[in-house]
């Protein structure tokens, strides 16, 4: 099966460093998308998204597969995800 052209486009936006944080992949390519070849519904993958700290290694590493991404870079665009939404939970 073909992957969906979008994934190529934010492999090369985060090697270019225009991504940085997890979530910001999907502007690129719908989580609906990703949502479907990851075996998730979309409602859950949402709620994923949104505590990032409940994603599986497994999952991320798939994820990367994906995007083409090594094992480091998605966790590290996950890690910074989780960054931001621990400083939100602060306020």
């Known amino acids: 099966m073909e992957r969906d052209p979008r ?4 492999k090369l936006m985060v090697e270019k460093g225009e991504i ?7 502007r690129i390519i719908p989580k609906s998308v990703v949502a479907a ?3 998730k519904q979309n409602i859950r ?3 994923l998204m949104n505590r990032i700290d409940r994603f599986t290694l497994k999952d991320l590493f798939l994820l990367g597969k994906f995007f083409d991404l090594d ?4 966790f590290e665009l996950a890690y910074q995800q989780y960054l931001q ?4 939970k602060s306020d």
């Open 7 to 10: 994934y190529k486009a934010v």
């Open 37 to 39: 070849d990851l075996g």
């Open 45 to 47: 993958f949402t709620m």
């Open 20 to 26: 940085t944080v997890f979530n910001e992949m999907f």
């Open 85 to 88: 939404q621990k400083a939100r």
């Open 71 to 74: 094992e480091r870079m998605i």
